[in-house]
């Protein structure tokens, strides 16, 4: 059963729209993750959705209700929408104890949430804590309390805003798999907004890609990042190698080599992008001196290249290679390559590319 | 992301007139209403007298105005900033209790150290005795002394008891500067009063100045006693005196310049402020440990501002009374002091429950529009009391008539008409010259709270009314309470708006005080005096405590 739909959502601050045309859906028991940079809309979105904000345009149905729509006018209130949010800053109650905290939105008419509230506080070690003001825990502890108590009204669906960016990088691994645990325990449908790649790819059953305030891609993890839809899509993934060029003969032609491709036309100009994690680099066992000449450029994947730089970033080495562009200055391409892999700065490497990671898109003027 | 802490929810709000707003709206008119009757007021013909006083008296009055507002600036400015920096910068014995003996002199009225120093300093007073005792002179002709009832003596005095206003404003703003910054210029070796502390620090002192100067201008008391003709007084007088409503409330039109001067300053440094109002967890700079002769210095330069301001007057009032005056709590006294506490009490619980309605209203149901109207509402601080006491008057006597044509008309019924003179003007018009105190507690404390509390409070599945009961109120019920006692203070002090509005007999401690100070016979009222001293002393040190709570609790967490 379907737990939340967005139709055809736009919203305006002033005369500034935030968001323009959202649809997508939210299924029983799936979480879905909102990506996209700061300011997109994201945090909007999920505020219009629990009734914080007011809807101007479009329709929203939590469950079978419809909660919010601009043709009618309807307009729950967020008390009566059954929404869980979890506020980015927490938002936790500093007056109330932890308990108190879980239980504000649990009536004491209903033993069987109590009872989950108790249950929950002692599987997690929040237990200890039941008495203790917010203020004394940790983040971590913090955020577990704010899950707890977006959950204990059993919510038809859980809203997270940011849910892991007040923690510290060495915790958020490990509190974002306690989290997803807990969400699929549960089986609350969760909608998640969030701006970091890595985070969305580990939560989400599904990711809705936002740029500018409209959705550019909706599909699974793994449909995202092999087949993003555009080449915002794949920006968000970090740096990537950007190359220009054209379609002949149903190739395209670049200093590090010719791709084939299937959905563009002889003539279009095309931007190519190679993921740096795409490229293999190999020492050149000779680290010969031996000049890449033009007229080769182009008809192998694999030559050898000069070293401009290459650090080792902990788990990957991050390595620069300069190729020669005709009469331009040369390209600079960045390839990531596991484990402590530091070329002599100078020396040179040949290239191989792998295919699934290059990426194509006709030229245009706003990507 | 990066994102405000607390972003601003009304910005992008539409105004639903629902009830709240509309009662809220209304509020607002009852508390600017007078103001604007002033102008009403001043348009009325005054016989002539406006051009004879333009043309002879009010040339003084400016200039009075401007001379005492002049040197109660530059009085307090020493005193305030100095002792602020000195508590700041340097830890010496007395440190902690100088902090917060020399917030004590806000407690002592203006009008007040007048009367006490004209006693003390005055040719039979105990100084002048002594002299001559020592030195053996025999009349006034043979020495020199100051005389204290003139303009210097004016501003040193009420700047002895308005500097608190700067050292509060003065010490927090140093405080909340990070010590990174003043390390900065330990590192270059630049003298870090000059170069960090007061540049930072000065739209705070500009802020805290102001209001000392719009006390200064409304300030009655002392300006009468040493017969020193400033605007007020010369309002006072063309109402009371010449029985001149008209011309007093085209005083009252004039005097707009003023305060309108005062208010532009005071915004212009709140909104500065907000650059060196860091919310950030940043660690204020540890004092420098001084001892021997420096710790002496500072010791001494914290003690100044307290005697003149406090232990004088203090000690001087107790001498009157352990000479056996003023000793009996006599039936005249204890009704002023049950008037008194009645007054105080109920407007600070109207003060703080009418910011409460109208800064709840204006932040959860309004928008950016409203917020201002309500803000509005609270402008009353910047007007004299002579000033306010003339809009209500006008203002409830509009009122009353048309109440009574309602009810005449309507039901035959005659109404006496309550709102022409009596108690309940005085509690109008302190309602409205107190409203900032309320209102501006009731915005800190929301200040300090995340508007999503509120949306949490929703989310979870409780109302509006709830997330008021439960969550806003206890958050905010400290800043409520400190807010609620410093209005008391105001209004157990309060002089010249009581002394034009009282009912026939009606005293309050400070009129009680007035009567027979007026009379050279302040022996007489020493025990009452020291009453509204001491009633200002305490609520001062919970405030301050409060205070020290809200500016360094958060940084603490």
């Excluded at chain 2, 007061?198 to 705070?204: D, V």
């Excluded at chain 2, 008037?339 to 105080?344: D, E, F, G, I």
Aim: aromatic share 10%; proline share 5%.
């Amino acid at each position: 059963m379907t737990r939340i739909i967005i139709d055809n959502l736009s919203h305006k601050f002033g005369s500034t729209p935030v968001l323009q045309d959202i649809s997508f859906f939210v299924d029983e028991g799936e979480v879905v993750c909102l990506l996209g940079p700061s300011g997109c809309g994201k945090t909007t979105l999920l505020r219009i959705a629990a009734g914080l904000e007011r809807l101007q345009q479009g329709k929203i149905i939590i469950g079978k209700t419809v909660v919010a729509e601009a043709s009618s006018g309807i307009n729950l209130p967020p008390e009566n929408r059954g929404v869980g949010l979890m506020f980015q800053d927490y938002s936790l109650f500093p007056h109330l104890n932890v308990r108190d905290n879980i239980c504000f939105g649990v009536g004491a008419g209903s033993p069987d949430r109590q009872a989950w509230v108790d249950n929950a506080l002692s599987l997690m070690d929040v237990k200890f804590h039941a008495e203790s003001f917010p203020h004394t825990l940790s983040g971590g502890q913090q955020q577990r309390v704010a899950l707890l108590r977006a959950l204990a009204p059993k919510p038809r669906i859980l809203l997270l805003d940011e849910p892991f960016s007040g923690l510290d990088v060495t915790r958020r691994a490990s509190v974002r798999k306690e989290t997803l645990s807990i969400l699929k325990d549960t089986g609350v449908s969760t909608l998640m907004v969030t701006h970091d790649p890595e985070e969305a790819m580990f939560m989400a059953d599904r990711i809705l890609v936002m740029r500018e305030g409209r959705m550019i891609q909706d599909g699974t993890p793994t449909e995202i990042y092999a087949h993003p839809a555009s080449p915002a899509v794949l920006n968000f993934f970090g740096t990537i190698n950007t190359l220009s060029s054209n379609v002949a003969d149903g190739q395209v032609a670049t200093p590090l080599g010719n791709f084939e491709t299937t959905d563009l036309c002889n003539g279009d100009a095309v931007e190519l992008f190679i993921r740096p994690e795409g490229i293999q680099l190999e020492e050149d066992g000779l680290n010969s001196f031996k000049t890449v000449e033009e007229e080769d450029i182009g008809k192998s994947t694999k030559q050898s290249f000069e070293v401009v730089s290459a650090q080792l970033l902990g788990n990957v080495s991050l390595v620069v290679i300069a190729i020669p562009n005709r009469n331009k200055e040369p390209l600079m391409i960045e390839a990531r390559m596991p484990g402590n892999f530091l070329p002599d700065k100078g020396g040179r490497v040949t290239v191989k590319i792998d295919p699934n990671q290059v990426f194509m898109f006709k030229a245009s003027k706003d990507n | 992301m990066v994102v405000g802490l607390f972003p601003n929810l009304t910005r992008h709000r539409q105004l639903h007139f629902n009830s709240w707003v509309v009662a809220s709206l209304f509020l607002s008119l009852l508390f600017i209403g007078p103001i604007f009757a002033i102008f009403f007021a001043a348009l009325g013909d005054s016989g002539g007298l406006w051009n004879h006083l333009f043309q002879t008296v009010l040339p003084r009055y400016v200039t009075n105005t401007i001379l005492l507002m002049f040197g109660v600036a530059i009085f307090s400015l020493v005193f305030g900033v100095s002792s602020a920096w000195i508590v700041f910068r340097y830890s010496f014995i007395g440190r902690p209790l100088m902090q917060w003996l020399l917030l004590l002199p806000a407690a002592v009225p203006a009008y007040l150290i007048a009367y006490t120093y004209t006693d003390f300093l005055e040719y039979a007073g105990p100084v002048q005795k002594m002299l001559r005792l020592y030195f053996g002179w025999q009349s006034v002709q043979e020495y020199w002394f100051p005389e204290i009832r003139s303009m210097g003596g004016a501003m040193m005095i009420m700047g002895s008891v308005l500097y608190p206003y700067v050292y509060v404003m003065a010490r927090a703003a140093f405080f909340l500067t990070p010590a990174s910054l003043y390390e900065v210029g330990m590192l270059s070796q630049r003298n870090l009063f000059w170069t960090v502390g007061l540049p930072l620090a000065r739209p705070a002192i500009a802020a805290g100045l102001a209001l000392a100067l719009m006390e200064t201008i409304s300030d009655f008391g002392t300006v009468e006693y040493f017969a020193i003709e400033t605007l007020t007084l010369g309002i006072f007088n063309v109402w009371l005196g010449m029985n001149n409503l008209t011309a007093a409330a085209q005083i009252s039109a004039f005097a707009f310049l003023f305060i309108i001067a005062l208010l532009v300053l005071e915004k212009k440094a709140r909104a500065r402020r907000r650059f060196t109002d860091t919310t950030s967890k940043a660690v204020s700079l540890q004092p420098k440990v001084v001892s021997g002769v420096r710790a002496f210095v500072c010791f001494l330069a914290c003690s100044i501002p307290i005697i003149i301001g406090l232990l004088i007057p203090i000690i001087v009032l107790l001498g009157f009374v352990f000479q056996g005056y003023s000793l009996g709590l006599n039936k005249a006294v204890l009704d002023a002091a049950i008037n008194s506490l009645t007054l105080a009490i109920s407007i600070a619980l109207l003060v703080v429950a009418s910011a409460v309605f109208l800064g709840f209203v204006a932040r959860f149901q309004g928008n950016k529009a409203l917020e201002k109207v309500s803000a509005l509402a609270s402008i009353g601080y910047a007007f004299p009391g002579t000033i306010l006491a003339i809009g209500v008057v006008t203002a409830g006597g509009a009122i009353d008539s048309g109440i009574y044509k309602f009810f005449y008309n309507n039901f035959g019924i005659t109404y006496d008409g309550w709102l022409t003179s009596g108690v309940l003007l005085i509690v109008l018009a302190c309602v409205i010259r107190f409203q900032a105190i309320g209102f501006g507690a009731v915005t800190s404390g929301l200040e300090r709270l995340s508007p999503n509390l509120m949306d949490a409070n929703l989310v979870l599945g409780r109302g509006f009314a709830h997330g008021i009961r439960r969550v806003i109120f206890p958050l905010a019920s400290l800043s409520l309470i400190a807010g609620g006692m410093l209005v008391f203070v105001d209004v157990m002090k309060e002089l010249p708006m009581t002394l034009l509005l009282r009912p026939f007999n009606y005293e309050t401690l400070p009129t009680y005080v007035y009567q027979f100070a007026k009379d050279e016979l302040l022996e007489e009222a020493a025990f009452p005096a020291l009453i509204i001293i001491a009633t200002g002393v305490l609520p001062i040190l919970f405030m301050n405590s409060v205070l020290n709570k809200i500016t360094w609790g958060r940084s603490k967490a």
